[in-house]
């Protein structure tokens, strides 16, 4: 809890006071500012730093479809030679609540979707049973795109290369809540709340860590 806590504080540094909905995850009866019914949110950005590190096609793609059309068949780092397919991400491209794993499993790198091994199969069922929605409801994505050998954790290089991709996959979604998944879960998805400024725009962004 105290980490989500952190995490969420810190995304409100890195992007301003933000006279926003609160989120139903922060509370519906919360105090947060509201924005009239029908008012025109803000256009999603990137923080400026972090805008200057990625491709232009990244940086100025409008929509997921656009998104994916810039990674392309990716060789930006070394696990492009050892992959089926890319994993790009699954679901509502204007989801509320967005899983973040760490990279595909031998399963997804088949299928090319995140999530269907067995621990796509107890997602499913927290979705589902737990949560009462459809898992086209959400959207689900790796910080990965590509299988690391054996299933190992993703190095430095990797997630450098990954990580602009996500960010603006987060940044075009929007999402109230980000969900993160993994064992390396709180190291980076703060870092990527932050990064993806344009998660203000739904209002208060919660960042959990299961």
């Given at each position: ?7 969420a ?20 009866g ?6 009239p ?37 990716c ?7 050892g ?5 790009f ?11 973040v ?26 979705i ?8 086209e ?17 993703p190095e ?18 929007r999402?109230?809540v ?33």
């Amino acid at each position: 809890m105290r980490s989500g806590r952190v995490a969420a504080a810190a995304h409100r540094r890195a992007c301003g006071r933000v006279g926003t909905r609160t989120t139903a995850a922060a509370g519906q009866g919360g105090g947060g500012a509201r924005i009239p019914e029908g008012a025109e949110r803000p256009t999603p950005v990137v923080s400026e730093a972090f805008d200057l590190l990625m491709e232009p096609a990244v940086r100025t793609a409008n929509d997921l479809p656009q998104l994916r059309a810039a990674i392309g068949d990716c060789t930006r780092c070394k696990l492009a030679s050892g992959r089926t397919n890319l994993v790009f991400g699954v679901g509502n491209p204007a989801a509320e609540l967005v899983f973040v794993g760490e990279a595909p499993g031998r399963d997804e790198d088949l299928r090319g979707e995140p999530f269907i091994g067995r621990a796509g199969q107890l997602l499913t069922e927290i979705i589902t049973k737990g949560m009462k929605l459809r898992r086209e409801d959400v959207y689900i994505a790796n910080i990965i795109k590509c299988r690391p050998p054996q299933n190992r954790n993703p190095e430095a290089d990797e997630i450098a290369s990954c990580e602009p991709f996500l960010v603006r996959q987060l940044a075009l979604i929007r999402p109230k809540v980000i969900v993160a998944l993994g064992p390396s879960r709180r190291r980076h998805c703060s870092r990527l709340v932050r990064r993806s400024r344009g998660c203000a725009a739904r209002g208060r962004t919660t960042t959990a860590f299961r």
